[in-house]
């Protein structure tokens, strides 16, 4: 099984094996790779996000055995999410039966956040296929097993231990809601196996400890840890939050077409077979399910400053189990409702939403990583010794020849780098430039920093807009033609792709060469 998933992951991926890296792949995973191959638990290249080593670690050896390129990077990664596939099968199998399995697997290997993030470098889809692999240990009562599978997923990504934990507060729930029906002994006999869910904190303490040890911080460096915790405890942001989580759970990227399939087969009674009426999964399952879903979601909507879909596939997948399960019992036509939901997944796949959402959690990734490719390739070509101002991470791709964007790198001195492309910090870009040396270019490489949708209802509403400003960095950025105006620049070089875009924009400036009549030079 395995080998099957392997071989259509990388099938299904060829188009894209060789594509340089995107946005935190380039900004922290493959940077922080890099120093570990050289021998440093801890990033050095780039600040430490206290980030647990694991899957760095499986991208390092294969670096080491295969060489460094993307090439190989993606491959690592395609196994990893191979073998996070093959863990939530063996899951449903467990709790369901192998058509259910194989239907659920299928679903989920093609639903646009698992099928995107199956070959990026980044931590959060193998952590969530090692929790697939706990969790089939916990279900089948294989206490070493989970506390391994749930210990390794932690070492993957830290918010990983939110399983455990939330499988821990559920027992104890369990337990108390038993103690008052008077059945608290048969409980109390299974107190050991609930106790050996608090296990997999071991291990991630001590990395926390060593990180501690090294850097003078816990949670990474302290620009991370406002961002992530310290900037995203105001009440009505966290209500916010909990509202974009839910989303992501049961309606992001046509996710809701298997929901409202889902919540369609519920008016119908279950089906029969030839072994008499199908079997659910059991409520208690269920229920588990649900508990883990509400504490994961939960806490993520209290920390983390991205809300992003993808710290949400370890409960994704759980929800389109429990939704294949009851299509399957309860509709006759249960094959073609799969059918049409595995289309409705493609097609979000390759047609962005009508609202905003991260280039990574469809083929968005590719247009933004081709736009760029070409953009860098003809400022370099042109502009070899311009001084650029430009926004991260295009900064990082045009002096890191290893994210796989230039031959030929910018010095970082040739680089100004802003924050976005908001009207606010080109003015500021323009406003440096006038007042200090060091802050002159000659040439902005612009870019869209936030996928721009076409106009839709949410647009006017002006207290969502606020709001996304405030609590998520939402902002807009001009366009390559208000940015050259804006620059008193010209436009030498644009490009439009599905709702991105970057441009080139050449900024002419006077310099005064010396005091004598006829000696300014226009360039």
């Known amino acids: 099984m395995f080998a099957l998933f392997a071989a259509a992951l990388v099938a299904s991926h060829a188009s894209l094996l060789r594509l340089p890296y995107f946005w935190d792949e380039a900004g922290y995973y493959v940077p922080a790779t890099r120093d570990l191959l050289a021998g440093s638990l801890i990033p050095y290249s780039t600040p430490s996000n206290a980030h647990p080593p694991l899957v760095m670690a499986w991208i390092a050896l294969s670096w080491k055995v295969f060489g460094l390129s993307p090439l190989v990077t993606r491959c690592a990664i395609l196994l990893l999410a191979a073998f996070s596939l093959l863990g939530f099968f063996r899951l449903a199998r467990t709790l369901s039966n192998a058509t259910v399995a194989a239907a659920a697997a299928l679903l989920t290997a093609i639903y646009p956040v698992f099928f995107a993030q199956s070959s990026l ?94 850097t003078g911080f ?38 809701f077409v298997l929901t409202i ?32 879903a509400i504490f994961y979601g939960g806490a993520l909507s209290v920390i983390g400053g991205a809300v992003l879909a993808r710290y949400m596939l370890p409960v994704v997948p759980l929800v389109i189990l429990v939704c294949v399960s009851t299509i399957w019992r309860r509709l006759k036509l249960w094959l073609a409702m799969i059918a049409f939901v595995a289309l409705a997944f493609v097609q979000a796949l390759f047609v962005n939403p009508p609202y905003g959402f991260a280039p990574e959690d469809n083929l968005a990734y590719r247009d933004y990583i081709s736009l760029h490719q070409q953009a860098d390739a003809f400022l370099v070509t042109h502009y070899p010794s ?42 500021s870009a323009v406003s440096a430039e006038s007042r200090d040396a060091r802050s002159r270019f000659d040439v902005a490489l612009v ?11 949410f647009d ?21 033609e208000a940015s050259a105006s804006l620059l008193g620049g010209k436009l030498v070089y644009v490009e439009y792709r599905r709702g991105q875009w970057v441009g080139i924009v050449e900024v002419p400036r006077i310099e005064e060469a010396s005091s004598t009549p006829g000696s300014s030079v226009t360039r």
């Not at 231990?161 to 104890?172: N, S, T």
């Not at 519920?266 to 399952?285: A, L």
């Not at 780098?417 to 908001?422: G, H, V, Y």
Request: with cysteine; aromatic share 14%.
């Open 218 to 255: 816990v949670f990474g460096n302290p620009e991370f840890f406002r961002y992530n915790v310290q900037g995203t405890l105001h009440p009505l942001r966290i209500f916010l939050a909990a509202l974009l989580r839910i989303w992501q759970t049961v309606g992001y990227m046509n996710l």
């Open 121 to 214: 470098a980044q931590v959060d889809l193998p952590a969530a296929g090692l929790i697939f692999w706990g969790l089939d240990s916990y279900f089948r009562r294989r206490n070493v097993g989970f506390v391994i599978w749930f210990s390794l997923a932690a070492l993957a990504k830290e918010t990983a231990i939110l399983v455990p934990l939330a499988l821990f507060a559920w027992e104890i729930v369990c337990w108390g809601i038993a103690a008052r029906r008077g059945a608290a002994d048969r409980l109390r006999d299974e107190l050991g196996s609930t106790l050996l869910l608090l296990l997999p904190v071991l291990p991630l303490a001590l990395w926390y400890a060593y990180h501690y040890a090294r």
């Open 447 to 457: 870019f869209s920093t936030k996928y721009q949708p076409s106009p839709n209802l």
């Open 460 to 480: 006017r509403w002006q207290l969502w807009q606020q709001w996304k400003a405030r609590y998520f960095g939402f902002h807009r950025d001009l366009s390559p």
């Open 261 to 292: 399939a889902c919540a369609i087969a519920m008016r119908h009674s279950p089906k029969d077979d030839s072994r008499g009426e199908k079997q659910r999964i059991e409520i208690p399952t269920q229920l588990t399910f649900l508990a883990i």
């Open 386 to 427: 311009a001084r650029v101002l430009t926004a991260w991470p295009a900064s990082g791709e045009l002096s890191q020849p290893y994210l796989g964007y230039v031959q030929r790198p910018l010095p970082v001195a040739q680089i100004v780098q802003i924050e976005d492309f908001t009207i606010e910090s080109l003015l």
